[in-house]
């Protein structure tokens, strides 16, 4: 996330806009990365020093296994007295949450990955509209190559903006 604040949409987790809802639920993300809003790391020490210990892990798997990356992140901030009481403490805690919880790279390969097949998804549907529409085939075949009902494939090709032909 580039900006420092970002407002999360509920209704943006969905494909269309159905219009019925009465309520917008938002939720404002705010980036405590290293060089982001400062004013709230100079106001809480604790969350800049983890803010110190997430860009540590962040700058050191690029070189090396995540694993490998937290481990020497963890030691650092213990020698340099970052989060040095906690990390004691709480250690292997830390180094399992690292390892199981958010990984920024998987999620972003993942988006990246279902983006790319929605597209595919939404071109082979346009080029189906479009053969349908020009009479290459019919209502009934290009619902069969989409997998939709005869209903769901006139009602789909519809909202696209493509012209459903006639058939007699």
Known sequence: MAEERRTLRLSDAFETDTGAGEYEW???????????NQSIMDSCHVLYEYVVFVAKIKRYRDSMELKEAIDL????????NILRDFLEQHRREVCDMCLTEFDE????????EEGREEGLAEGRKKEVFMSVQEGDYGIVRGAQKLNLSVEE????????????????
């Open 153 to 168: 494939f006139e009602k789909e090709m519809s909202a696209a903006g493509y012209q459903i032909p006639i058939e007699v």
């Open 73 to 80: 992140a963890v030691r650092e901030c213990i020698e340099e």
């Open 26 to 36: 938002t939720a404002t993300m705010i980036n405590i990365n290293s060089g982001k």
């Open 105 to 112: 790279k998987k999620y972003e390969d993942v988006l990246r």
